[in-house]
């Protein structure tokens, strides 16, 4: 059958820090994953509106009722909500309103939306269990016309070409997902989720900050940001400061081992995980995945870490190249755009009725031949 509908493809990363979209319309842009409602008549006259995002829902936050809606791996990796629906029923709304809000900013420039059908590829963390899984596609039931879910560092490594010989890692603020690829849809044996990520470095980082400086007064929010600008866990001989206010007062303070210190705490899960993926892999193709270790996600930013990494498989495996991927933030939607734009039409019908029926193991079937068709 000759199809003549239009179609919006856009590769989704709803991510515990940020929510990021990459649409063939060209539309590509993010969104703190932070959703806030005005907490009473006053504040909703202040706020102007319903219902606000991102940056506009930090800057207004004492007038709103913030939620991060997949904090602590809510919906996505855990099963916290499972022992309270309505919990989880209002997690699911209040995800629903941010990727309602992102499919808008990805049709902002659309002048005929009429038969538009919206597709989406989502990811999911390689621990999302069957129940998150499903927790993502109600979140996307009425907002996007056809859903697939995929596998985050999976979406990655497809929108890097890299199907065979890969090791994914992805830091990202709730979870680090490492991934191995070998030339199929990976499966639980391929992934590891380390729950030491972005959000734990920021809360050790403020724990050794109070420590040493007893009378300083400041939140996660202002450390987060000067983490991002200054992160590292090499030698560096440069100290570095922070300004943060003692009685309302700034004061200026050394907290060079405080920050390497707390980067530091995620790196051995890591390349423990590293270990693990290589050491169990087949021993033919472990040079292979060895070469081809790719670092992406915000966290892959840090100073000195890849070379960290690096040295470390040097050490414990004889060999090992890392590299960081050119769009660290853009990687996972980008990948997924890429496979949302790869899927055949025929593909997402059958994709639709699994779905309905719930068999996400379809879903991956489908994903492998899509995937095997490329590598050709
Ligand atoms: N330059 C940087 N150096 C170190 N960390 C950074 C840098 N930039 C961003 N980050 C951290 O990366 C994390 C966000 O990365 P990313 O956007 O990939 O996460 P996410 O996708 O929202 O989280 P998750 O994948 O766990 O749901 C945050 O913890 C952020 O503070
Ligand atoms: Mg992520």
New binding site residues.
């Given amino acids: 059958m000759v199809r003549t509908k239009k179609v919006l493809n856009i590769g989704i990363?709803?991510?515990?820090?940020?929510?990021?979209i990459a649409c063939d319309n060209g539309m590509r842009t993010?969104v703190p994953?932070y959703v806030g409602y005005p907490k009473d008549a006053v504040s909703r006259k202040m706020v102007g509106k319903d219902i606000v995002f991102g940056d506009e829902a930090i800057r207004y936050r004492l007038a709103l009722d913030l939620y991060r809606p997949?904090d602590k791996g809510q919906l996505?990796y855990t099963d916290v909500g499972d022992n309270d629906p309505e919990e989880n029923a209002k997690a699911k709304r209040v995800a629903r309103e941010l990727l309602k809000h992102l499919v808008g900013l990805a049709t902002e420039e659309e002048e005929d939306m009429e038969g538009m059908t919206i597709r989406g590829v989502l990811?999911a963390?390689a621990l999302a269990s069957k129940k998150n899984k499903r927790n993502l596609l109600d979140v996307a039931d009425g907002v996007l016309d056809d859903t697939m879910i995929v596998s985050?560092p999976f979406a990655v490594a497809y929108g890097l070409d890299l199907f065979n010989s890969a090791l994914i890692i992805?830091?990202?603020?709730?979870?680090?997902?490492l991934c191995r690829m070998s030339g199929t849809i990976p499966t639980e044996k391929d992934q590891i989720t380390t729950l030491n990520?972005?959000?734990h470095?920021?809360k050790v980082f403020l724990d050794l900050i109070k420590e040493k400086y007893e009378d300083v007064d400041f939140t996660v929010a202002m450390i987060?940001?000067f983490?991002?600008?200054?992160?590292?866990i090499s030698k560096q001989d440069e100290k570095v400061f922070i300004e943060l206010p003692v009685r309302g007062k700034p004061v200026s303070y050394d907290v060079t081992k405080e920050l390497k210190a707390a980067?530091m705490t995620i790196v051995p899960e890591i390349v423990e995980g590293v270990k693990k993926l290589v050491a169990s892999f087949d021993p033919e193709f472990q040079r292979g995945l060895k070469r081809n270790v790719i670092l992406?996600?915000?966290?892959?930013?840090?100073?000195g870490l890849r070379k960290q990494i690096e040295d470390y498989m040097k050490q414990e495996l004889g060999y090992g190249r890392v590299t960081c991927v050119e769009e660290?933030?853009y990687a996972?939607a980008n990948g997924a755009l890429k496979l949302c734009k790869d899927m055949p039409d025929e593909y997402w019908d059958e994709l639709k009725s699994a779905n309905k029926k719930d068999q996400t193991r379809e879903s991956h079937e489908t994903v492998t031949s899509i995937a095997s068709k490329q590598k050709v």
């Fill in positions: 990363d709803l991510g515990t820090s940020r929510s990021v993010f994953s997949f996505k990811g963390p985050e992805d830091i990202g603020a709730g979870t680090v997902d990520a972005g959000d470095i920021d987060k940001r983490k991002e600008e200054n992160a590292f980067c992406a996600g915000g966290g892959s930013q840090m100073v660290p933030l996972g």
